[in-house]
């Protein structure tokens, strides 16, 4: 027994190792844009709502239906009359002429079943209604592709700040590690007398400036992430590691966006002029209620009266039982309602003019957001290539500037100012691909392809 349950503890240490190890892997795993929007789409709450949206759209769907089926219902009673009322009735109808008679009508058990049936055969704001709630799934399915257009659009653009950020912490880390190497060299001079002491003092300086930054860019990369997480769901105190950004491997060019799409085949189009067709079923809603209204009803019941209680007893112990039945057709035809529904049509009306004004103001500002789209992009490419040329430029005077400083030939000040050009052209650089990669994002989303993202 003790050996048997050694090794079921075994074989559970192991399990739970295992899953350790798989867990400490995921969460280690690099988080790639694909994936971040992938984990949007399925956690956030956002989506998850608008989701919700569609299903209770159907579920009303499933309402508007029922109202076309025929409505079947059943009712039951019973009912024990302890004093029977009595009528008066002449004496005359007994032979007792200049009496009052009072006689008691009924039993005083009164039981009873009935089946109840309607069907409506024609009411037109029932059809009507009818494609109202078939049209309100198709509205809300946009909104749910409209919403999670938006929130890949936000977790992009999230994703790409984090990842701009953080290389420019390993930007600065590059000139710390640079800026110290001088630090101990100039120290070392200053030890043997070759230096100033002031030389030593400006090159700390710089080294706590640069610590300065760094400690701010740190700062700037958790409140980033952390809006990342939340843009896609995520639990805020969970790690995630995104991959470090090639800005080499980034070769724009214009020709891949040469064409953007056209406002009617954006799905913020298509999502208003769906509204506009619901306000039409609306409106039509309130014209059919001028028509006549037809409906079937039919009705079978089931009753036995006695003076005893009447459940399972026939006519041998006082119970009469008998059934009946009755088929009807009724029509209603609205005359005059004091003019009530020809308010709420031209009260549609008016609702329906002014969304047509929100579609023609709404197809300018994607047309706008279009145009503007494109001419962001072509300015960051052309923003792009001069901070590309700026880094090269910059890298080769740090070369040649320290090339002069080991030969005496440059000053430490000269050294120092131009590692910070080079730190600050390698950050204008990194902010340029952001701000193209945003551009990027705005343009593809007027092209209404922004769930190619979704693909690696």
């Avoid at 912490?169 to 100033?196: C, E, F, P, R, W």
């Avoid at 809603?285 to 209204?293: D, E, G, M, R, S």
Wanted: aromatic residues 6%.
């Amino acid at each position: 027994m003790i050996c048997k349950s050694k090794g079921k503890f075994s074989r559970l240490t192991l399990i739970a190792l295992l899953l350790t190890h798989l867990s400490a892997f995921s969460q280690k795993q690099t988080l790639t844009l694909p994936q971040a929007l992938q984990h949007a789409l399925q956690a956030s709450q956002t989506a998850k709502k608008a989701m919700l949206d569609v299903e209770n759209a159907i579920y009303k769907n499933q309402e508007a239906r029922g109202r076309v089926m025929p409505q079947l219902s059943a009712t039951g009673s019973m009912n024990y009359n302890p004093i029977l009322q009595l009528t008066a009735l002449p004496g005359e109808l007994a032979g007792q002429p200049g009496k009052t008679l009072l006689i008691a009508f009924g039993q005083k058990w009164n039981t009873g079943a009935s089946l109840a049936l309607t069907q409506n055969l024609f009411d037109k704001t029932v059809f009507t209604g009818l494609k109202a709630a078939r049209s309100s799934i198709e509205y809300y399915q946009l909104n749910a592709a409209l919403t999670q257009e938006q929130l890949i659009e936000q977790v992009a653009s999230a994703y790409y700040q984090v990842l701009v950020e953080r290389h420019k912490i390993s930007v600065i880390d590059s000139t710390i590690a640079y800026t110290i190497k001088v630090q101990n060299v100039i120290t070392g001079q200053y030890q043997n007398g070759l230096i100033k002491e002031i030389d030593v003092d400006r090159i700390g300086v710089n080294v706590t400036n640069l610590r300065t930054q760094r400690q701010q860019l740190i700062n700037s990369v958790e409140q980033k992430e952390n809006q990342l997480k939340y843009a896609m769901g995520m639990d805020i105190l969970s790690q995630i590691n995104l991959p470090a950004i090639d800005l080499d491997s980034i070769r724009p060019s214009m020709a891949t966006f040469a064409d953007a799409g056209v406002p009617e085949d954006r799905t913020e189009m298509m999502l208003i002029k769906k509204q506009e067709q619901l306000l039409i079923l609306q409106k039509d809603t309130y014209k059919a209620a001028n028509f006549p209204v037809l409906s079937f009803s039919g009705n079978y019941g089931y009753q036995g009266l006695g003076n005893t209680f009447p459940l399972f007893k026939g006519q041998q112990h006082g119970i009469n039982w008998f059934d009946y039945a009755s088929l009807g057709m009724s029509l209603k035809i609205p005359i005059f309602n004091g003019f009530t529904t020809r308010a709420k049509i031209r009260q549609a009306d008016v609702q329906i003019r002014r969304l047509q004004e929100d579609i023609s103001q709404t197809s300018l500002s994607l047309s706008l957001e279009s145009e503007n789209a494109k001419a962001q992009v072509r300015n960051s490419l052309v923003i792009l290539d001069d901070q590309k040329e700026n880094i090269r430029l910059a890298r080769k005077v740090f070369l040649n500037t320290k090339n002069n400083y080991d030969n005496g030939l440059a000053t430490l000040t000269d050294l120092l100012e131009v590692e910070k050009s080079l730190t600050e052209a390698n950050n204008n650089h990194a902010a340029a691909t952001l701000d193209y990669k945003l551009a990027e994002i705005k343009l593809i989303k007027a092209q209404g392809n922004l769930k190619s993202l979704l693909n690696p």
